[in-house]
């Protein structure tokens, strides 16, 4: 009789243990976003995700990621879009772009100097921003309509930073759960758009050079970049937020992309991007130094 006791007792202790581990395990897939964002935030590499992760999931996370981040680094104040070209998407496995939340902290002023150590692998590239002049973007039919729902455009050097140890194969999804690499970026004076004459042919044909620490070119590019045309990916941006029941609203700042390619950036180093066709009083140099 005690040993059928002995082995009830057993049983139920086991199965108790399977269902704490699954609790477990639930519990911390469901905690991942918040996770990572401790780690980029102690700037500590990221050495390991799941590789099987789903773009469900990495959306899941990304939330959970941006309201982490939030506590330091302030409110939303728009959105960034990365993959923006088909060679960048195919090489991470997906076939449209991927979006992250731009935070206030995140946009420094030209000129601004980083400390030592901003990041964990820091990047710097050329980059676009434009400002939501009017929620009336959420209804745009065309690339003209939105155009018309903009109220300015800002040079912007962004400095990504990517989180994952350098032996870390890097998903979609995976770049999705951290913000797409959203840590910083340098935005230049607004550049009014007081009327929509001439600028489509202006943002596509505008020209990005980015300056290396000897004051060499290191990449250069045009707008055309941006999924052919900057325009292409305010309307995506809009797409996919409307997607999850989300709507651009005025003031709204969005970051369109890689225009250059993206370089190392280094302890020590100044980086510069030269604008030029994109204002029409002239080009527009901006940059960042690092400590």
Same mark, same amino acid.
């Given at each position: 009789?005690?040993?059928r !006791?002995?082995?009830?007792?057993?049983?139920? =202790?086991?199965?108790?243990? /399977?269902?704490?581990?699954?609790? %477990?395990? $639930?519990a911390l897939?469901?905690?991942?976003? #918040?996770?990572l964002?401790?780690?980029?935030l102690k700037k500590? @590499?990221?050495?390991?995700?799941?590789p099987?992760m789903?773009?469900?999931?990495?959306?899941?996370a990304q939330?959970?990621?941006?309201?982490y &981040?939030?506590?330091?680094?302030?409110?939303?104040?728009? $959105?960034?879009?990365?993959?923006?070209?088909?060679?960048?998407?195919k #090489?991470?496995?997906?076939?449209?772009?991927v979006?992250?939340t731009l935070?206030?902290?995140?946009?420094?002023?030209?000129? @601004? *100097?980083l400390?030592?150590n901003?990041?964990?692998?820091?990047?710097?590239?050329?980059?676009?921003?434009?400002?939501?002049?009017?929620?009336?973007?959420?209804?745009?039919k *065309?690339?003209?309509?939105?155009?018309?729902?903009?109220?300015?455009?800002?040079?912007?050097?962004?400095l990504p930073?990517?989180?994952?140890?350098?032996?870390?194969? /890097?998903?979609?999804? @995976? &770049?999705?759960?951290?913000?797409v690499?959203?840590?910083?970026?340098?935005?230049?004076?607004?550049?009014?758009?007081t009327?929509?004459?001439g600028? =489509?042919?202006?943002?596509?044909n505008?020209?990005?050079?980015? $300056?290396?620490?000897?004051? %060499?070119?290191?990449?250069?590019? !045009?707008g #055309?970049?941006?999924?052919g045309?900057p325009?292409?990916?305010?309307?995506?941006?809009?797409?996919?937020l @409307?997607a999850?029941?989300?709507?651009l609203?005025?003031g709204?700042?969005?970051?369109?992309?890689?225009?250059?390619?993206?370089?190392p950036a280094?302890?020590?180093?100044?980086?510069?991007?030269?604008?030029?066709?994109?204002d029409p009083k002239g080009?527009?140099?901006?940059s960042?130094?690092?400590?």
């Amino acid at each position: 009789m005690k040993e059928r !006791k002995k082995m009830k007792w057993s049983l139920v =202790s086991v199965i108790s243990l /399977i269902f704490l581990l699954q609790f %477990a395990a $639930y519990a911390l897939a469901d905690d991942v976003g #918040a996770r990572l964002a401790a780690q980029f935030l102690k700037k500590t @590499a990221i050495t390991e995700i799941d590789p099987g992760m789903t773009m469900e999931q990495g959306l899941k996370a990304q939330s959970q990621f941006v309201a982490y &981040l939030a506590k330091q680094l302030g409110e939303p104040v728009g $959105y960034k879009a990365g993959l923006t070209n088909p060679a960048a998407q195919k #090489a991470f496995g997906i076939t449209q772009p991927v979006r992250g939340t731009l935070l206030r902290k995140m946009l420094l002023k030209n000129g @601004a *100097t980083l400390e030592k150590n901003p990041g964990i692998r820091m990047f710097a590239e050329g980059d676009l921003i434009v400002r939501v002049g009017s929620d009336k973007i959420n209804e745009a039919k *065309t690339k003209e309509d939105a155009l018309k729902f903009l109220d300015a455009v800002v040079p912007f050097l962004e400095l990504p930073d990517i989180p994952f140890a350098a032996n870390v194969k /890097i998903t979609g999804p @995976a &770049l999705v759960a951290i913000n797409v690499g959203a840590r910083f970026g340098v935005m230049g004076d607004p550049i009014p758009l007081t009327t929509p004459a001439g600028w =489509s042919d202006r943002l596509t044909n505008f020209t990005v050079q980015l $300056y290396d620490e000897k004051g %060499a070119v290191f990449s250069e590019g !045009k707008g #055309a970049a941006l999924l052919g045309d900057p325009l292409n990916v305010v309307l995506w941006i809009r797409d996919s937020l @409307a997607a999850e029941g989300k709507r651009l609203k005025k003031g709204d700042l969005l970051s369109l992309g890689s225009i250059t390619k993206m370089m190392p950036a280094k302890p020590g180093t100044t980086v510069k991007a030269k604008f030029t066709g994109l204002d029409p009083k002239g080009a527009v140099e901006i940059s960042a130094s690092f400590k």
